[in-house]
């Protein structure tokens, strides 16, 4: 097999993902996108391409040889924002565990170690393909040399040989140079000439070949031209030397060719890094979205008791004398394949002591000869131990058996322990107590379309093994939250949360699937409508979800202002749409069309075939293990991101009514719940006067940073107050502010400056946290919840500077996550005392929502703010709105 190499520019492609792609941020808070980015467009290119060898280059600091000979070479930049430096240092360790070999050396660039290589590439004649987002590399395009220039962000690529320079430039790739060096480039700071752009500088190369030969024949040019040359001869050659990249980098031995040979990735390591990431897409993908093998140790011998029908009886009845005398110490294990409890297979359950597992087959339980062993399961007083019991517990109402009792769960107390740990599968759980090993699901059911139940003695064995973890490791847990301080968060918060949440999610919330579909009714004549306005504009008629037809029509029929035309046609996505509405009336409407039509197909449409015919309704699953910060996360469907900042969005919330007649649904939510818990956090008085006094805040913020009274407070004031106040919250940059704003970073910097100045117990704050998360390398909860930082001290800036930021944002976010879960316990066990009929349905961000009873109405709409505002005593009043009606929609 040919050798075959690719070279990749990793600033170069890592910064135009990150402004490419959309903001995402994994459950920790890391901002993913330009990690994402790469990611995909790595894997689309290692598929296609199947290099031999393969290099990632990164610039290895500022200072480069070309600040010796000009000190303002790159001078314009603006700082990378810290949303895209954070991701640095873990796009490098994916690179790692991909086994992908990559370089940076002090004083060069990306370009220069690329060029290097390309020039051995020549030599040795190896077919090689550059993947950079940097025109300036077309100057390394040859005979054996692609570079390919990414277009669409990183998703697609313009791919250049030295013909396709000749078409598109008229120039052979040395050539490249010269242009630069004339027309300069603006984002490098190398000025060229002053008044020279592409085509000017194009139309002197092709009459005089070089930069030398346009400045030894000035006397031909003309007028101010020839005076601009000449005034600026210096600055071309200098321009051109520093467009020149450098091509003989010392390699050292380790950075030879034969050093970034590419042999595939680690499976182990890849996994975990993807896992951290939360790309499940590209776990599944690449297989590797099973379980780890979990080698802590070998396997435990288990003397084992399979209970597979009424001949079992006197094994039941063996298993049952066995949990009267050792009721605490026995592990259960309930399989229920599939991520959706709601559709899950139940196919088996186990017990283990520390004598015996019994398992038997999930069949067996609906049987008669198990009654006991049902009403074990279903009895309160009867302690179990498990794993994912949310889930189980949920799956098992669903087949009519009841579980009750659960008095630990190892997959919840994993969680409390460490809410970053990469993975919470009971493989890794054991692996990190150090006890008997539990084989991959993946390598006894097989995954995706292979996935199949194995042989009963395979079955058995496996669902045991599971057993007897959960109970080795269960005591050790406990020992650990109570040595961390945190058992009383599991015992009186999250454990009594899942069984609320099971039942919430069993009963789930009734819909009307005609009001749903009058809405796509709706939406649809609005689409109607819309596409033949746009028809109208646009003179034509055409595919408006076809890019490459939207493309033509705005930018070849309409003339609208384009950016470079690739192969495959215009870019016509969110953020270039966005930039051209001022220019033309039809492109508001297309957002407008892009907006509805996403609300008609993702929501209206994908609701309802989320209703469940048996029910009526739609059952959606909170997920407790998922967020860093305490969060839950609603799935199957996620209810928690229902658009409601659009009217049409808001009114699917019609669609969701109470389940009995004559009732209503009755809704409650924390107003600033994050900016008071910060208020008492930080003991700002500034802040904690507002709240006292219940002044708006974010009035209170632009009265106090503007320096003016309430009256003068307008609109355009109190939107900045409220995205600094939110944006200190969530640890917001001076990029992140200015994207918000539309406003410079040097502005949004200038903004934050005077919100520290003023607030300054929340500056006060923001120091000291840092300091004490340095010092003991987690944060805090007020419930006493614990984020772990383990890049708190790092010695790489960005790793350590996002740990800074996750811990002055973690003790708030997480603070308000413990309150509202803590007003969900208190107002179950309230719903219990009083026997009432009304029921808690969903949990939406700071929202609870309930279906209350006519007779009970009045009750609980004084009940439910009260028991949400006094679920911890804060410096500040904690404040709940109620509101309430015949279905979401009026009850907001």
């Known amino acids: 097999m040919m050798d075959k190499w690719m070279l990749l520019d990793g600033n170069s492609i890592a910064y135009r993902a990150f402004f490419a792609m959309p ?129 669409k962000g990183v998703s697609e690529q313009e791919r250049y040989s030295p013909a396709d320079i000749k078409e598109k430039y008229g120039l052979t790739p040395h050539q490249i140079i010269d242009l630069k060096g004339l027309m300069g480039d603006t984002s490098d700071n190398i000025p060229g000439i002053p008044g020279v752009g592409e085509k000017t500088a194009l139309k002197m190369l092709h009459e005089f070949g070089t930069v030398e030969e346009v400045l030894a024949n000035t006397a031909s040019l003309k007028g101010k031209m020839k005076e601009k040359v000449e005034q600026h001869k210096d600055d071309a050659v200098m321009s051109k030397k520093l467009a020149t990249i450098h091509r003989e980098v010392p390699l050292a031995p380790e950075q030879e060719p034969e050093a970034i040979r590419y042999s595939g990735f680690n499976g182990p390591a890849l996994a975990d890094v993807l896992r951290r990431l939360e ?28 209970i597979e029908s009424a001949e079992d009886a006197k094994k039941l009845d063996e298993l049952m004398k066995a949990l009267e005398e050792e009721e605490s110490g026995f592990g259960l294990y309930v399989e229920a394949i ?96 150090e006890q008997p090993a539990v084989p991959s699901d993946e390598s006894v059911y097989g995954k995706g379309a292979k996935l199949k139940v194995p042989a009963a003695a395979v079955l058995y064995q496996h669902l045991a093994t599971k057993a007897d973890a959960v109970r080795r490791v269960a005591p050790l847990q406990r020992d650990e939250l109570k040595e961390t301080g945190m058992l009383g968060l599991y015992d009186e918060l999250e454990l009594p949360l899942s069984v609320i949440l099971a039942g919430m999610e069993h009963q789930g919330i009734s819909v009307e699937k005609a009001e749903l579909e009058t809405l796509g009714s709706e939406l649809e004549r609005q689409l109607t409508t819309l596409v033949t306005e746009i028809y109208k504009q646009a003179g034509m008629e055409f595919n408006l979800n076809s890019p490459k037809q939207l493309g033509e029509v705005l930018f070849e029929k309409l003339g609208l202002p384009a950016r ?59 997920r407790q293990t998922i967020a860093a910060t305490g969060r839950l996360s609603s799935q199957f469907p996620n209810l928690q991101n229902i658009p409601i900042r659009l009217e049409e969005g808001r009114k699917i919330r019609k669609a969701f009514v109470p389940s009995e007649p004559g009732w209503t649904i009755l809704a409650a939510d924390y107003s600033q719940i994050e900016l008071r818990v910060l ?24 009265m106090d940073v503007f320096g003016v009274t309430e009256d003068q407070v307008d609109s355009n004031m109190r939107r900045s107050a409220k995205a600094v106040n939110f944006g200190i919250v969530y640890g917001i940059s001076d990029f992140g502010l200015s994207n918000n704003l539309n406003i410079t970073r040097n502005e949004a910097g200038r ?31 007020l419930l006493g919840r614990r984020r772990y930082l383990p890049d708190i001290n790092h010695s790489n800036f960005n790793k350590r500077s996002f740990a800074e930021r996750t811990a002055m944002n973690s003790p708030i976010q997480g603070t308000a996550a413990d309150i509202i879960k803590l007003a969900m316990v208190n107002m179950n066990k309230k719903l219990g005392e009083l026997k009432l009929r009304s029921r808690m349905l969903l949990q939406v961000h700071d929202e609870l929502v309930f279906e209350v009873p006519e007779d009970e109405l009045e009750q609980m709409k004084k009940l439910l703010p009260e028991v949400m505002e006094a679920a911890i005593k804060l410096d500040v009043p904690l404040k709940a709105d109620v509101s309430f009606g015949a279905n979401w929609y009026e009850a907001k």
């Open 679 to 702: 208020a008492h956090i930080s003991g700002d008085e500034n802040m904690k006067e507002a709240f006292i006094k219940d002044m708006d805040i974010h009035t209170k913020t632009a």
């Open 338 to 433: 599939g991520e959706n409890p709601h559709q899950a297979e139940l196919v088996g359950l186990a017990l283990a002591g520390a004598e015996a597992a019994y398992t038997l087959p999930f069949a067996a339980l609906k049987e008669a000869f198990t009654e006991p062993l049902r009403s074990w399961l279903a009895d309160p007083n009867k302690k179990k131990i498990g794993f994912d019991t949310h889930k189980v517990e949920l799956a098992l109402k669903w087949a009519g058996i009841t579980l009750s009792g659960v008095s630990f769960d190892v997959q919840l107390a994993a969680y409390v322990i460490d809410p970053t740990e990469s993975s919470l599968l009971l493989s890794g759980i054991v692996h990190r107590y």
């Open 23 to 151: 903001p995402l941020t994994n459950s920790a808070g890391l901002h993913t996108n330009a990690i994402y980015g790469f990611t995909t467009m790595l894997l689309k290119l290692l598929e296609d391409e199947k290099p031999t060898h393969v290099l990632v280059a990164f610039d290895a600091g500022k200072a480069t040889f070309r600040h010796e000979g000009y000190a303002e070479y790159k001078g314009g930049r603006e700082k990378t924002p810290p949303e895209l430096s954070e991701q640095f240092p873990v796009l490098k360790e994916l690179l790692q565990a991909f086994q992908i070999a990559q370089f940076e050396l002090n004083g060069f660039e990306a370009d220069d170690i690329i060029g290097t290589l390309t020039r051995l590439a020549d030599e040795q004649k190896v077919e090689t393909l550059v993947v950079t987002g940097d025109k300036d590399m077309l100057q390394l395009v040859s005979e054996h040399v692609t570079v390919a220039l990414t277009r």
């Open 751 to 781: 903004f934050i400056e005077q919100y520290l100045g003023v607030f300054k117990g929340v500056k006060s704050f923001m120091d000291s946290i840092k300091v004490e998360a340095a010092k003991q390398g987690y944060v805090t909860t």
């Open 564 to 622: 470079k035309k690739t192969k495959t046609g215009y870019s016509t996505d969110a953020e270039v749409l966005e930039e051209l509405a001022p220019y033309s009336e039809i492109v508001p409407l297309i957002l407008h069309y892009r907006t509805l039509a996403k609300l008609q197909s993702t929501y209206v449409e994908g609701l309802l075939k989320e209703i469940r015919e048996q029910t009526g309704k739609i059952h959606t699953y909170f």
């Open 279 to 306: 790309f499940r897409s590209v776990q599944e993908r690449l297989g590797l979205s099973g379980e780890g093998s979990g080698s802590a140790g070998e396997a435990a011998e288990l003397n084992l008791t399979p």
